[in-house]
């Protein structure tokens, strides 16, 4: 595993007190990400796979395990050895695109979680060359999109058919900076 400022194990306090550790999602997640599936309710799994789904299918897992830490990473935040949320992103064969997406264990939501990883996320991915995240997110979907405006004020969002298709410049390459 590669290390470095953004890709070492890191805990940290919540708005309500409680810890998490944040690290890199590990081969050996299968189970955790499995039981995190069944702690979300039907809103939630929706709302992050833009389908009801009534159980994690294997494939599903296999390809959300699949991280390089260069042109896929994944991030996740533990407490007591369990799995509460993950943030990931996928980049575009051959571009300096990514898309990303988070999902957050219900009893774990509005706690600035989500923030967190994707912080952390985005730091990742500018060090490894990506200038720009992308992500689909339901219309209905106001946490998100809060969210989205929140850590990226410079996004901008297309709609189609009851979704909106988010473009978001990563800070540095918006700004030019080369520090982290």
Do not use: C
Not at 97 to 125: F, K, S, T
């Amino acid at each position: 595993m590669q290390t470095g400022l953004y890709t070492e194990r890191v805990k940290t306090a919540l708005r309500d007190g409680r810890e998490v550790e944040i690290r890199v999602l590990a081969q050996d997640d299968g189970e955790r990400l499995r039981r995190l599936f069944f702690r979300l309710s039907p809103l939630s799994v929706y709302r992050r796979f833009l389908s009801p789904l009534p159980r994690p299918r294997e494939e599903g897992l296999r390809r959300l395990l699949d991280v390089d830490h260069r042109d896929r990473e994944a991030l996740a935040a533990l407490h007591d050895d369990e799995i509460v949320a993950v943030a990931r992103y996928g980049r575009q064969p051959g571009s300096e695109v990514a898309e990303i997406a988070v999902v957050v264990a219900d009893d774990w939501q509005r706690d600035g979680l989500a923030l967190l990883l994707l912080q952390r996320l985005a730091g990742i991915a500018e060090m490894r060359g990506i200038k720009r995240f992308q992500a689909t997110v339901l219309g209905e979907n106001a946490p998100a999109l809060r969210l989205v405006r929140r850590v990226f004020p410079a996004s901008h969002a297309r709609w189609e058919s009851g979704t909106a298709e988010i473009e978001i410049p990563l800070k540095r390459s918006a700004a030019g900076s080369s520090s982290p």
